[in-house]
């Protein structure tokens, strides 16, 4: 009797099954405290969820999928929470894409918020707009007291924060938010700004407190732009998240008083794996643990930034009370300190403190970069190993640092003396099973030729390679026989395939001839590698444009990839203003690499990527890679890459171009092709042990941020040297131009 007296609270709290959107209009309007709304296990198309309810916090109102994994929600579906004590879970955003602002959003629009509610056990799954600079936001947080948890997010592709927190009016301010245990999957390089993984706030709000918790999160190759996490207000909290191959950094780029501790990252020793950047004042930062990362510059393990003398918003305010103490930076590129000094960014950091780290031991030593005065920085209690090549400030002990994992798999020093210094020994590494969901799976790795296994052999006499192409499955490679594969007609790719020839010795005689002006079409999913294989154009019938491998239907949603490797390509003269691999607007390689390949007489640029011209920072390629090439007699530029505009958000493009050999490249026909290489706004270049023989310049524009420009060792005979031209930095030059040959 007393047992049931204690539970009428829940009398009368129904569960209410819903089959379609009119049955779930019905219901949302009666809702009483405890009720919940089950949707019906299916696919739900074109479903613009509007939640309204007055739960109470013993008596939530809940909406959710009758099963977890059941309930897909495909085509223009999004989710909106109105009210408070809500909560909504076992969801799947699949197929499609919310035609809204956000797909999930904690505001039903201007004032109608939720607080104290809930998204939880919700997945939301390549839900990008088809066109990449369409933005939006996967999850808006408003209103206070709000979670988002156990939460599976992987692959945005459109432009807009994945997940941010709003701080537009008082309702949303020093909200108390908690983000937690979520599982944030790959976000491929967007290209552009707007790639962030999280923003809280912006910097109009960033003097207000957001007061939001991220806590116990994975971030997966969150790979967007250069901040993960923008931080954008004051007060929040970022703990034990732990950070895995993602490009960019954990930036506190507006607002003060931010707590940082306890976070992990490891970056396998990928490109631009950062750590945490500081900006503003109040910020504490201890006890994170940071191994594996090659970021540099802003995305060095740890970043001080410089600052902005009485910054507007919009900028740098100068650091000032810094706290960073007790953190491990081991096998990582580089601490940087006084971050992005220039005439703008003149103050250093003042009053701040640098303690009780420990930066050593395993790998490679993180180097010391120091940009600015950093008298305002307090060492002390710092050690670094007796090999550090650069000069650290007092305060830090030059001594051995053995180290040896513990339990959680992180290093320690295994002498005793060293206890107290660096990350905690009981720090908790947040675990793959405790974030996200149990019943969908994590992604695999994107754009890996020859994923299946499956080996197709085509053979020369029966000419099929079209009907082989059009059977092959995303993964699968297909193998030419020795002889010519005739190329008829133009093939729109959209999987992941590699075409190859059977064997290194047998590239010169396994040719694939085209009769066709354009031999593939990259369209969305595809990717491709040609490798082992003679491509013949001497069928073409004469034609002003050929552009043998091109992207550019209008937008792809994901990344493409191409590879080059070990090909000739020939008598392409039938051609004129031909490009070998082509990438139009709104289209972006992950990678195009060209290595060990010969082209000649090619009448134009074998990677052209210049037609972003829109100059919003937006470019095709984040990672140029060409290598041991012979160039002989091929209108220039062989490589022509543009990234236009101001923005510093983007580590691309890059380009190296290393080992390849150049005869009458980019033979001054016209003006615009009378360059060997062309690169504007490429944030990162390697030219170097390149031999380059009666050839058009090396041009180089060189924009906003810190581009790395290096040209060495390469052998000039009869061409002229490097053209580098900077167009709003003024200082002495930040290219590395040396140790290269110049003949007559
Ligand atoms: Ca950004």
Same mark, same amino acid.
């Given at each position: 009797m007393i047992l049931m007296l204690a539970v009428p609270a829940h009398a009368g709290a129904a569960d209410r099954h819903v089959r379609n959107s009119a049955e779930f209009a019905r219901v949302v309007g009666s809702l009483q405290p405890g009720d919940t709304i089950v949707l019906a296990d299916g696919t739900w198309r074109d479903f613009d969820i509007a939640l309204v309810g007055e739960g109470r916090l013993d008596r939530p109102i809940t909406l959710r999928g009758e099963t977890p994994g059941g309930v897909i929600l495909s085509g223009n579906s999004s989710l909106t929470l109105t009210g408070q004590w809500l909560v909504v879970r076992d969801l799947v955003f699949r197929d499609g894409h919310s035609t809204k602002g956000a797909v999930i959003s904690f505001r039903a629009g201007k004032g109608r918020v939720a607080n104290n509610s809930r998204v939880t056990n919700v997945v939301i799954d390549g =839900? @990008?707009?088809? +066109? *990449? !600079? #369409?933005s939006d936001y996967w999850v808006a947080l408003y209103g206070k007291g709000n979670r988002f948890d156990h939460n599976h997010l992987t692959g945005k592709t459109n432009q807009g924060v994945t997940l941010a927190v709003v701080l537009d009016g008082d309702e949303s301010r020093e909200n108390g938010h908690r983000i937690d245990h979520n599982y944030f999957g790959p976000r491929q390089p967007l290209g552009s700004n707007g790639g962030e993984t999280i923003r809280i706030g912006t910097s109009g709000n960033s003097m207000h407190r957001s007061e939001t918790l991220v806590e116990a999160n994975i971030f997966d190759r969150? #790979? /967007? $732009? %250069? $901040?993960i996490i923008s931080s954008k207000s004051g007060g929040n909290i970022y703990r034990g998240n732990l950070f895995l191959r993602s490009s960019g950094a954990l930036t506190l780029r507006h607002g003060d008083d931010n707590l940082v501790e306890g976070n992990v990252f490891l970056g396998h020793g990928k490109p631009h794996t950062g750590g945490i950047r500081v900006i503003n004042r109040g910020q504490t930062v201890r006890n994170n643990y940071m191994e594996g990362l090659r970021g540099?510059? =802003? &995305? @060095?393990a740890l970043t001080v930034m410089n600052g902005v003398p009485n910054s507007p918003l919009n900028r740098y305010v100068a650091v000032d009370r810094a706290t960073i103490e007790n953190n491990t930076i081991v096998d990582s590129a580089r601490i940087t300190l006084g &971050? /992005?000094? +220039?005439e703008e960014r003149s103050a250093p950091p003042t009053n701040s403190t640098f303690r009780r780290n420990l930066i050593g031991g395993v790998g490679a030593i993180p180097g010391l970069a120091v940009e600015s005065d950093i008298g305002g920085i307090r060492f002390a209690d710092n050690v670094v190993p007796q090999t550090a090549p650069e000069p650290w400030p007092g305060g830090t002990m030059r001594q051995p640092v053995d180290m040896v994992r513990g339990p959680n798999g992180l290093l320690y020093p295994t002498d005793a003396t060293l206890a107290e210094l660096g990350a905690r020994r009981d720090l908790a590494v947040v675990a793959p #099973? &405790? %974030? /996200? !969901? *149990?019943?969908y799976a994590r992604p695999d790795e994107r754009n890996r030729f020859g994923d299946t296994g499956r080996i197709i052999t085509v053979n020369a006499a029966s000419g099929d390679l079209l009907a082989a192409l059009a059977d092959a499955r995303s993964g699968d490679t297909l193998v030419l026989s020795p002889g010519a594969h005739v190329f008829s007609r133009p093939i729109r790719l959209d999987k992941v395939l590699t075409i190859r020839g059977a064997s290194f010795a047998d590239a010169g005689n396994t040719t694939v001839r085209l009769v066709t002006s354009e031999m593939v079409d990259l369209v969305e999913g595809g990717a491709l590698r040609l490798q082992d294989l003679t491509i013949d154009g001497s069928r073409i019938v004469a034609n002003d444009q050929c552009a043998i491998i091109r992207t550019g239907d209008g937008s792809m949603q994901r990344n493409t990839a191409i590879e080059l490797s070990h090909i000739a390509v020939r008598n392409f003269t039938g051609c004129v203003h031909t490009q070998f691999v082509s990438l139009a607007p709104n289209t972006m390689a992950d990678r195009v690499i060209v290595e060990h390949s010969e082209f000649v007489e090619f009448p134009g640029p074998i990677l052209n990527a210049v037609e972003e011209r829109d100059d919003e920072g937006r470019y095709n390629v984040e990672h140029a890679v060409v290598t041991g090439n012979r160039f002989r007699s091929v209108e220039g530029p062989v490589v022509a890459l543009y990234r236009g505009g101001k923005d510093e958000s983007t580590f691309g493009p890059s380009l190296i171009f290393v080992g390849n050999d150049l005869q009458r490249v980019g033979a001054p026909n016209s003006d615009e092709q009378r360059h060997a290489i062309a690169l504007h706004g490429v944030q990162s270049a390697r030219i170097s042990g390149n031999a380059i023989d009666r050839s058009g310049a090396i041009a180089v524009v060189q924009t906003v941020g810190t581009p790395r420009l290096v040209i060495t060792g390469n052998t000039f005979r009869a061409a002229p040297a490097p053209e580098i031209t900077e167009m709003t930095y003024a200082g002495p030059s930040r290219a590395e131009v040396g140790d290269n040959i110049y003949e007559q």
């Open positions: =839900f @990008s707009k088809p +066109d *990449r !600079v #369409d969150c #790979d /967007g $732009e %250069v $901040e540099t510059g =802003f &995305a @060095s &971050a /992005g000094a +220039d #099973d &405790a %974030v /996200g !969901v *149990r019943w």
